[in-house]
């Protein structure tokens, strides 16, 4: 049984500087780099990495960008037979700032990501019957998300949504059909209502997500950890002490992470302890998809850190 990933294709345009700009200010970068990114394609090729088999159902404009991208994600192990290719839009860019400290900022123009629609329903609808897990973002236009979730729920398929970016609330009907949701503290705090910034905040957040019918809620703290309620334990996982180079797919590390890890029906526990040390390997290196860890990596990671 596979693991299908639906969402975003974007190419990463990233720029180095000593510190994040504020608004109006000019400042003398470093390095430039493009490199394979969209939560969608993190996500599928962590995934991938790790040793899942990874369909990704996403679309990508007809330019070298979205041929580029096709081909970085096959070369990890991808299944790409899903992804469409539009002639009249562009491939999705994020264009990143990362500083010195690793932090980063990001604004995305999503060209083909906002044209996802019918075709790709259509790729998914095939595809259910033999998969076990559905990995959802919300990168594409909600209403896809929310048919695709539907659609997987009717399947049986077990739907996992990382609720990023960000939104100010999700509809009723998605809250229905996900069952497991991975927002960090940004996110968390966004659709709890409140500030979340320690465990205990967290926990409360969970607790309130879990009463609009999520299953099980994990909520990632950064340098703080993750929290994991389930509908049967609630527990705090320690983050991985790591030199960070740059952030950027650290949460796509661990959703990838977490879905190949309850596709091979690791506990919860063990699955969060695994997935943080991928999300805490991938802040070691520059990069979205190149920084990615495969699963001989993150398995000596886990063992050395239990």
Same mark, same amino acid.
């Not at 394609?41 to 990704?56: I, P, R």
């Not at 983050?239 to 091979?264: E, K, M, S, Y």
């Not at 979205?288 to 398995?299: G, T």
């Given at each position: ?13 990233v720029a180095r500087v000593p510190r994040l700009p504020v608004p109006g200010e000019t400042i ?19 995934? @991938? ?22 081909? #970085? ?17 562009? *491939? ?21 990501? /906002?044209?996802?629609? &019918?075709a790709e329903l259509n790729q998914l609808k095939q ?9 959802? /973002? ?23 949504? &990382? ?5 100010? @609330? ?17 996110? !968390? ?7 979340? *910034? ?50 950027? !797919? ?22 969060? #302890? ?31 850190? #239990?």
């Amino acid at each position: 049984m596979s693991i299908l990933v639906f969402g975003s294709v974007n190419m990463d345009l990233v720029a180095r500087v000593p510190r994040l700009p504020v608004p109006g200010e000019t400042i003398q970068g470093g390095r430039f780099t493009t490199s394979p990114g969209g939560k969608g394609a993190n996500q599928a090729a962590a995934a @991938a990495k790790l040793g899942a088999d990874v369909t990704l159902i996403g679309r990508v404009g007809k330019d070298s960008f979205g041929q580029d991208l096709a081909g #970085h994600l096959q070369e990890f192990g991808v299944d790409v037979g899903a992804i469409t290719t539009d002639p009249h839009t562009s *491939t999705g860019i994020a264009q990143i700032l990362v500083d010195d400290a690793g932090q980063n900022q990001i604004a995305i123009i999503g060209g083909a990501n /906002q044209a996802v629609g &019918d075709a790709e329903l259509n790729q998914l609808k095939q595809r259910l019957p033999q998969a076990k897990i559905l990995l959802l /973002q919300l990168e594409i236009p909600l209403p896809v998300v929310v048919a695709a979730a539907q659609r997987a729920k009717a399947a049986g398929v077990t739907i996992i949504l &990382d609720p990023a970016p960000a939104p100010e @609330a999700l509809p009723d009907e998605l809250y229905a059909a996900v069952d497991i949701l991975t927002p960090n503290e940004t996110e !968390a705090s966004r659709l709890a209502g409140f500030p979340v *910034t320690d465990q205990k905040s967290a926990a409360i957040a969970a607790e309130k997500l879990q009463s609009r019918g999520i299953g099980t809620v994990i909520i990632t703290l950064g340098s703080r950890g993750s929290l994991c309620a389930t509908p049967t334990e609630t527990f705090f996982t320690p983050p991985l002490p790591v030199t960070v180079v740059d952030t950027v !797919a650290a949460g796509d590390a661990f959703n990838g992470a977490i879905a190949t890890a309850r596709q091979n029906n690791q506990p919860w526990q063990e699955a969060v #302890h695994w997935a943080t040390c991928a999300a805490g390997l991938s802040c070691t290196r520059s990069g979205a998809q190149l920084s990615l860890p495969n699963r001989q990596e993150v398995d000596k990671k886990a063992h050395a850190n #239990h």
